[in-house]
């Protein structure tokens, strides 16, 4: 952030103005600018604040400036520290315009007068009225003085005749500016006038002194002391800036940034990184033309060839050439490096440069490059992120990413017109996504298009997406092709980063974790984090997160290609299974301590598998890892996709994962056709799936075909989880009795095989059968039951579940303490393990539980926590549950009734019978509250008779209470 005192009390940050607030906040703000990082007392503040009489509250006042402006400044690069005794900015010296202008009076003094002139120009140039607080008036008539006086030193008198009029009528009395404009008059010919202007001092009285009465004789003698000097010829100044890209579109953000990286009037490093065709040379060469105008003294270019077919320049070939540009004789230019280096430094000293290093291979071949010169700005462009210039040279770094979507499609635009983008605007917007919005494509695909104007963007992007490093090369433009630019940065690799790099191009997902990368490349994870950092630092993968590293698409082809082309398919092959199995592996490790209740068909880990330490960790490895397994399931070998997805069955339930399950389902059925318990588990899996967004047509169909197959499979288990399946959906539509004969029946199957967490699922589901039949003793025991099986086997989410149901129960019964005491206990651990769908759940009881306790505000509540989390999770059957909840504890009947409305439509939607009977009977109820008997009598009725023909004994009870 720059700070402005010299005239109004102003911050500009990115090239914006900061608001600062009122005027004795801002003058608070300059008192701690001009003193930076140094303590400034409060009672100093005080007195300068207000000079002549500070209220009372002064202090306290300042106090408060201070705290505002802390908070404003809070995340810049100033900020105001507290001390015991007052306050310190602290800060760069040269963000504050009345230390820039300061330091360049000093550096002035012994500069050479060509120099002299250009810095006291630039001082004076900051100046726009004295600072709020000091006296700097006359160190400014002393830097104009010195300005006059260097300037006619060389020669240009008729520059500052004009000037130094205005500026003796402004100041007659000051003797210095009188003598100086005198000799300018002389020197062009006007010495009577000269002689007047001394005459005029006289007139007001003041007596001249030695230096001036001198001058009029020398005049008066036409003493050739007086001539002007003679001047060298003017130097040409280097220009070599490239010229400006002329499509050059977007990254306003990264041009800003470098202004900040560079401010006016500081020396500063600027490394830009990035990978190969990202732009970082056509960035680089924008900023500099919007700039040039700060290095009066010229800007000097150079191509390092760091990435490129040939050797890369040497340190001193450089020199040689930026020496001839600043006009040293071939001949005087020093051979050795060491010595062409410091006379490079000495020239460029007091001097303002620009320094553009492109292409450069390493911090090495930079450094001999870099002045001293507190003036100059150095630029550098490089696939390296170039940390040791950052460690030790104090340079900035600028990591240059692909381009924004809008302004890859921007650049597409700006290179084929409007009208043809406009036309097939959706064309445009796929094919900046499959150029990865990398500029170099984007360009090349243009340039392709561009060609054929007739050529539909469509075609284009179909050919591009079966070939996209052979179509985006231009012919006869070798060195254009992204292949090659990629190329490029893979020849300067040791062969072991090069094996890495191929053989990550064959990770199917988005990005890869060290532990999978260590699989992939059989390697311990120590050295995989290693050759990773190394391919990262050249900007040939990135680092997306800690521990995670990804490719955009168009270097995941190249690495991809050259995998295939280089190591053979044996190898890829291999490879692969290394990650597709480390991947299986621990998505089953992760899902036996999440999900240990999910059936799954049995699998034994390809070898070692590091224990997770806890429910969080296993889920946040299913979480970050996600992306990548569903790729695996779409791309891998078909015995990983259906255990994939066998596996991820309980991840996609509990996390409520609708969008992902249903395609890998359908894969694994792909993938398993020639294993039947695998062809089980698979259309098991799909048929939850569509029971989970409620679809239960197909839930019926997918489950149906799941238990032929488990019983042809030989496969128990399978066949006991179709059953408990198929008993759901009859339980949602109404079939209690159909319910409770297959909850049953796969208990039967279950105490043939043996107890195991499946067990609870029929348990649970006969309670709530017998529950909702107005049996609450009963459906207390199932519970029990259940309860005792989850915490023998040690499953907690089972457990969780036993308790949501039996407090629910106890809620019935009219024993709301223990109710929530249950409840709470199964929330707690629904959170803990992170079941999204199950907390909203649960959530709707204590709504419930809360209201039945007087706590009417809790109630409300809960239940919109409710409803938010169950309208996320995407469970139609918890959010009717929700609404339900909330249409009980919310006030405003109107607005009870719009709850049990909308809860009774999606229970119709769905074919959810209980709920759809439930909402008929609360929104009858309420019907009758806001007098509307005959809406009440027709709902009531409906309700009855639903609730009869389902058997729903407890909810026919209080519909015909309400009748």
């Known amino acids: 952030m720059e700070l402005r005192l ?191 202007i001394g005459r005029r001092i006289r007139e007001l009285g003041i007596e001249p002194g030695e230096e001036l009465r001198q001058l009029e004789l020398d005049i008066l003698r036409n003493d050739p002391g007086l001539k002007p000097p003679v001047v060298a010829a003017k130097v040409l100044v280097p220009a070599q800036l490239p010229p400006l890209p002329g499509d050059f579109t977007g990254r306003e953000a990264d041009l800003a940034r470098l202004d900040e990286m560079a401010p006016e009037g500081a020396a500063a490093i600027s490394a830009i990184s990035g990978t190969a065709g990202v732009g970082k040379t056509a960035l680089a060469v924008t900023w500099a033309h919007r700039v040039r105008e700060r290095f009066p003294d010229g800007q000097l270019h150079v191509d390092l060839r760091g990435y490129a077919p040939g050797p890369p320049l040497r340190p001193e070939q450089v020199l040689a050439q930026f020496l001839r540009a600043l006009g040293m004789p071939a001949e005087q230019i020093p051979v050795d490096a060491d010595e062409a280096s410091g006379t490079y430094r000495t020239l460029l000293a007091y001097k303002r440069i620009l320094v553009l290093l492109d292409n450069a291979g390493s911090a090495g071949q930079v450094r001999p490059l870099l002045p001293s010169g507190v003036g100059c700005v150095v630029v550098v462009t490089s696939r390296d992120r170039l940390e040791g210039l950052v460690a030790t040279d104090s340079a900035r770094r600028l990591a240059l990413d692909v381009l924004p979507h809008d302004e890859a499609v921007a650049l597409l635009t700006t290179m084929l017109g409007r009208k043809r983008i406009v036309a097939e605007r959706v064309a445009v917007a796929e094919l900046a996504t499959a150029c990865a919005r990398l500029p170099l494509a984007l360009r090349i695909a243009a340039a392709q298009l561009a060609e054929n104007p007739h050529r539909r963007i469509d075609d284009y992007l179909a050919e591009l997406r079966e070939n996209p490093l052979a179509e985006l090369s231009v012919d006869g433009d070798e060195e254009g092709a992204v292949r090659t630019a990629f190329g490029l940065s893979y020849a300067v690799l040791k062969p072991d980063a090069r094996r890495a790099f191929r053989l990550l191009g064959l990770n199917p997902g988005p990005d890869v974790s060290v532990e999978s990368a260590a699989a992939l490349l059989d390697q311990l994870p120590g050295e995989t984090r290693r050759l990773l950092a190394r391919l990262a630092s050249r900007h040939l993968i990135d680092q997306v997160s800690p521990g995670r590293y990804s490719f955009h698409d168009l270097l995941r082809a190249y690495a991809g290609a ?178 409770a004969e297959r909850h049953r029946l796969a208990m039967v199957l279950q105490q043939r095989i043996g107890p195991d967490d499946h067990e609870q699922i029929a348990l649970i589901n006969l309670g709530k059968i017998d529950e909702q039949r107005g049996k609450l003793d009963e459906a207390a025991e199932w519970f029990s039951q259940s309860l005792a099986v989850c915490q023998a086997n040690g499953s907690r989410h089972g457990e969780a579940t036993s308790l949501e149901f039996h407090g629910y129960n106890a809620f019935l019964r009219g024993e709301f303490g223990l109710a929530e005491d249950q409840c709470a206990q199964a929330l707690k651990v629904y959170r803990e393990i992170g079941t999204v769908n199950d907390e909203a759940h649960t959530l709707t009881h204590l709504a419930l539980i809360h209201d039945a306790l007087g706590r009417s505000e809790k109630a409300l509540e809960t239940a919109e926590a409710a409803l938010a989390l169950a309208t996320d999770a995407g469970d139609r059957r918890t959010e009717i549950s929700a609404r339900l909840s909330l249409g009980v504890v919310v006030r405003d009947p109107w607005a009870a009734v719009d709850q049990y409305e909308r809860a009774l439509g999606i229970a119709r939607e769905i074919g959810a019978r209980y709920e759809e009977t439930e909402a008929l009977i609360g929104v009858a109820a309420l019907y009758r509250v806001v007098g509307l008997p005959d809406h009440a009598l027709t709902h009531a009725r409906h309700a009855v008779r639903l609730a009869g023909d389902a058997g729903f004994r407890l909810l026919e009870a209080q519909a015909r209470a309400v009748l």
């Open 6 to 196: 010299l005239g109004a009390v102003e911050a500009h940050e990115g090239g914006q103005p900061v608001e600062l607030g009122p005027r004795q906040q801002r003058l608070v703000l300059a008192v701690l600018a001009l003193e930076v990082n140094t303590l400034v007392p409060v009672e100093r503040l005080v007195e300068l604040v207000w000079p002549d009489s500070p209220p009372r509250t002064a202090v306290n006042a300042v106090r408060t400036y201070v705290s505002k402006l802390r908070v404003l400044l809070d995340g810049r690069d100033v900020d105001i520290s507290v001390e015991e005794t007052g306050y310190v900015l602290r800060g760069d010296p040269a963000r504050v315009d009345v230390h820039r202008f300061l330091a360049l009076v000093e550096r002035a003094r012994s500069a050479e007068d060509e120099d002299k002139a250009r810095l006291l120009g630039q001082a004076l140039a900051l100046w726009g009225g004295p600072p709020p607080v000091g006296d700097f008036d006359e160190i400014r008539r002393s830097a104009v003085e010195d300005l006059m006086d260097a300037r006619l030193r060389l020669g240009r008198h008729a520059d500052v005749v004009d000037e130094l009029a205005e500026l003796v009528d402004e100041h007659p009395g000051r003797e210095r500016l009188v003598r100086q404009l005198m000799l300018a008059l002389y020197r062009g010919g006007q010495a009577s006038q000269a002689l007047e």
């Open 562 to 739: 050259r995998a295939r082309e280089e190591d053979g398919t044996q190898t890829c092959t291999a490879a692969e299974k290394r990650l597709f199995e480390h991947y299986l592996d621990y998505a089953s490790a992760a899902a036996d301590v999440l999900y240990p209740q999910v059936l799954r068909v049995p699998y034994t880990p390809s070898g070692p598998v590091k224990p997770f330490d806890s429910q969080a960790s296993a889920g946040e490895w299913l979480d970050d890892e996600r992306p990548n397994l569903l790729a695996a399931v779409q791309n891998g070998p078909g015995w990983l996709a259906w255990r994939l997805g066998d596996v991820l069955r309980g991840y996609f339930y509990f996390r409520r994962r609708f969008a992902d399950w249903v395609p890998v389902a359908q894969a694994a059925i792909a993938a398993a056709a020639d294993e039947p318990q695998g062809l089980a588990a698979a259309h098991l899996s799909l048929g939850l799936a569509y029971y989970s967004v409620s679809q239960y047509s197909q839930a019926v169909e997918q489950n149906t075909l799941a238990l032929r197959l488990a019983v042809e499979a030989g496969w128990e288990h399978g066949e006991i989880g179709a059953q408990n399946n198929l008993a759901i959906v009859d339980h949602v539509r109404g079939n209690l009795d159909s319910a």
